[in-house]
């Protein structure tokens, strides 16, 4: 070797160890900054504690002042009449000429904040200093829950006066809280809830420690939706206390009193309430309940597994297993907007079953053709009937829901449908209501023919999943004359 080169090589190697005495390693720099990371972390856990600390003490001390009387309001109902006893059924006629629909209201959508990972508290929950050992076991449609839960939580109201209820609000603002706050987050994340999942989850559990529907449930229940960044009231009626919770929409049926243009439910629709004293204060960083839905991961409990089939398409025949757990969740959704249902999409063992058949039975074909065999599977792979028939009050389904009951009816089916169309064939949709009828429209190509809407430049082709036989912009005569409203879906 070259003198010259292996003086260089033994000057490197000298200056190596020389920087291995003299400069911190790499396990060093780990270790400096694991430090730093939790001296901020702590940083941030008493900051937080602190912040929280402050707005209950002062939460509790405007509680125990007097609360203020409000009317409660009548269930709203939905002014959609009621769905015909038969669906109509198609003469095969030709398809006229391109005929534009005159659109009566115009239904926005709701604004909607999609959710970020642990984004309920405001600012973020800490992992808190374990204080407990105590563990409360809980079933969420059936499905296990565990949260620690100390012994000094439970309370018992005697009283259920303005100073009671707030010395207790003061009790559960303490440190041992903390880790119940931090479960009731994890378990929001891990099984994927919705705001309207989480307010049930907090019920269940609160049911689960203090008894169904008692005031310390009640109570327990307010308290974490506070904590947890929700906006919702507690009221007073009689000998009861009540969750009171504004939302971003319309629920149908369930009685509320309005507040500076707001309306609050009564989630336990308790309609022979007619007035009730509120504590209308809002809680740091509160923010309103969404009602579009998002389906929760649950444990699995399916049922036996049924056949759906096109007549006209026999290829579009799929065989569907539900799980029961996510049907009862289902059913228990409070009724709202149509549209709603359409972005709950359908559960992720419905789309493994049914999503093959259909790319593949649809795979090559025009768009026109391809939702033509949707709209023929929608038309004859179900069995018809009204709510007022199957239910005797008016409902509408989430999309899994149609293959799990007997019989679905118009606002089913188009649920149904605008979800197919939207996520197989990549098209927009619209809901349109008709008196006593709902149909759909997407958003296809001009150069087909038929009765089609218009709606900020866009045109969109009629489509009706309960006119029997139709085609793709056929509509029955008897709504050719009627202006109905738009529901845009986004």
């Known amino acids: 070797m070259n003198f010259k080169y292996l003086t260089i090589v033994f000057f490197i190697i000298a200056i190596s160890a020389e920087a291995q005495n003299d400069y911190p390693t790499f396990e060093d720099y780990i270790k400096a900054n694991s430090q730093n990371f939790n001296q901020y972390q702590k940083q941030k856990e008493n900051d937080f504690n602190a912040f929280r600390r402050q707005a209950n003490a002062q939460f509790a001390a405007k509680m125990a002042e007097a609360w ?288 093959p058949v259909f790319r593949k039975a649809i795979e090559g074909k025009d768009l026109d053709e391809a939702a033509n065999m949707l709209l023929n599977f929608m038309h004859t792979a179900f069995d018809y009937m009204s709510d007022l028939q199957q239910f005797e009050c008016e409902r509408s389904f989430f999309g899994d829901e149609s293959f799990w009951f007997p019989y679905n009816d118009c606002e089913d089916r188009a649920i149904l449908y605008c979800i197919l169309v939207r996520e197989l064939l990549g098209l927009d949709v619209l809901l349109l209501k008709f008196p006593g009828h709902i149909a759909t429209a997407i958003a296809l190509p001009m150069e087909h023919r038929g009765n089609y809407i218009e709606l900020n430049g866009s045109n969109y082709l009629f489509c009706d999943p309960t006119f029997i036989g139709s085609n793709i912009g056929e509509m029955p005569k008897q709504y050719r004359n009627t202006e109905p409203n738009i529901i845009v879906v986004k």
């Not at 096109?310 to 757990?325: G, H, I, M, Q, Y």
């Open 68 to 355: 203020h009387l409000f009317d409660m309001e009548p269930p709203e109902e939905d002014t959609t009449l009621p769905d015909p006893v038969k669906p109509l059924v198609s003469s095969n006629e030709p398809i006229i000429p391109p005929t534009r629909i005159k659109p009566g209201i115009t239904i926005a959508p709701i604004p909607f904040d999609p959710p970020k990972p642990q984004h309920r508290p405001i600012p973020t929950m800490p992992e808190p200093i374990k204080h407990s050992e105590n563990m409360l076991d809980f079933s969420f449609y059936n499905t296990p829950c565990k949260v620690h839960f100390d012994n000094s939580l439970r309370f018992k109201l005697n009283k259920i006066d303005e100073k009671s209820v707030a010395a207790v609000w003061q009790q559960l603002s303490g440190e041992a809280s903390d880790e119940l706050i931090a479960d009731c987050i994890h378990l929001i994340n891990e099984m994927q809830l919705c705001d309207w999942a989480a307010v049930c989850l907090f019920k269940i559990l609160s049911d689960s420690c203090f008894g169904a529907g008692s005031n310390e449930a009640v109570l327990m229940q307010m308290y974490l939706l506070s904590q947890t960044g929700y906006k919702a009231r507690i009221g007073r009626a009689s000998d009861r206390l009540l969750v009171l919770i504004p939302f971003d929409g319309i629920i149908y049926g369930q009685s509320y009193y309005i507040s500076n243009g707001e309306s609050y439910y009564d989630i336990n629709n308790d309609i022979s309430i007619k007035e009730c004293f509120v504590f209308h204060e809002a809680f740091p960083n509160e923010r309103v309940v969404s009602l579009r839905p998002s389906l929760p991961v649950l444990s699995e409990d399916n049922v036996e597994i049924r056949t759906f089939t096109a007549k006209k398409f026999p290829e579009l025949s799929v065989k569907v297993s539900l799980n029961k757990n996510l049907i009862s969740f289902m059913n228990d959704y409070p009724r709202c907007r149509h549209d709603n249902y359409v972005y709950a999409s359908l559960s992720k063992c419905t789309k493994e079953m049914i999503y």
